[in-house]
């Protein structure tokens, strides 16, 4: 077999097309994955309709950052992985680097690790960008650990979920702001659930930290709500940290509790290449929470295979999602 089918976005603004493409091959430190699903993020349907500049794709390209999938071929020096290893990682889409849209994809190693034995293939494709979107945040920048409270904002969303049960595995406190229609998913998470639509920033300060502030926030949402995040951190000790931390936002708030910030932009590694061994490790210790129980991932309930690739694009452009929506392309 010489070739493979791909979902190519060819230009912008339109459909993706299913192509047949050559079987890539692998060089040093790489290892080709035969891909069995891969998640959608709405960055992957950015960058199909000519507004994710920041991600570094030109079109024509094969999309897709997350993916699932068995080890099929080993280039030369690598020692991490051998064929038929069932693998998932953060692997490509961006940066000019084949995305997961398709039924083989070349990796570089250190951007995978082992999938986690509980885990099915469609739950594994479903985690990479946003388990190490929380990681990087609350671990890396804040070091999240016990005795301390947490607000995650968008607790019930991608990285909020995930974020969640990375702080109570680490022993916070763990709050999340949602709609009343998130609360019950919050809560089954661990959290305390706080409705943002009825609840002000100065009601749940004063309800959960006796107006102290909490010790880490956690946006995952942007906009006005990095703005209310700054005002609810915890004097001097307070950490807010966000994932979309875009637009001009003023720190007076912020300043004035002698808090601190910090942004989190997960694409660095493919980018740039450096940092890539890091997010490898990321990804080990999500397998590790994962076979111990402490992680789970939600999936939206409708399935799409890779001919219907750009239904799953609309079905999360058009936020009808309750959870992740992976495309299953074996």
Not at 187 to 216: C, K, M, N
């Amino acid at each position: 077999m010489s070739t493979m089918q791909a979902a190519v976005a060819v230009e912008q603004q339109q459909p993706l097309q299913l192509q047949t493409l050559p079987l890539p091959e692998p060089g040093a430190h790489q290892v080709r994955v035969r891909v069995v699903a891969s998640a959608v993020n709405p960055l992957d349907i950015k960058i199909s309709e000519g507004k994710g500049g920041h991600a570094r794709q030109p079109l024509p390209a094969v999309l897709g950052m997350d993916l699932a999938g068995v080890v099929d071929q080993i280039g030369n020096g690598v020692n991490a992985f051998a064929v038929g290893d069932e693998v998932y990682g953060m692997a490509g889409g961006i940066g000019g680097n084949q995305g997961a849209l398709a039924q083989y994809v070349v990796v570089d190693v250190d951007l995978l690790a082992r999938k986690p034995s509980n885990l099915s293939m469609r739950e594994a494709a479903a985690l990479p960008l946003i388990f190490i979107t929380a990681w990087e945040g609350l671990v890396d920048r804040a070091n999240v650990r016990g005795a301390q409270k947490v607000l995650i904002h968008g607790g019930a969303g991608g990285v909020g979920h995930i974020a969640v049960q990375i702080a109570k595995a680490r022993g916070a406190e763990v709050f999340a702001t949602g709609s009343a229609h998130s609360r019950a998913t919050i809560e089954s998470l661990g959290a305390t659930a706080i409705d943002y639509r009825s609840s002000t920033p100065e009601d749940y300060v004063t309800q959960h930290t006796d107006g102290e502030g909490f010790d880490i926030v956690y946006d995952t949402v942007g906009g006005s709500t990095l703005d209310a995040s700054f005002a609810v951190a915890r004097i001097y000790t307070g950490h807010v940290l966000s994932c979309l931390g875009w637009g001009e936002h003023k720190l007076a708030p912020l300043s004035f509790r002698a808090a601190t910030y910090s942004g989190v932009f997960t694409l660095l590694p493919l980018l740039t290449g450096k940092g890539r061994k890091h997010h490898g490790q990321i990804m080990a210790e999500a397998t590790r929470m994962a076979e111990a129980g402490q992680l789970r991932v939600l999936l939206d309930d409708q399935r799409f295979s890779l001919a219907q690739v750009n239904q799953a694009y609309e079905r999360v452009s058009a936020a009808g999602n309750r959870g992740k929506v992976v495309i299953d392309i074996a």
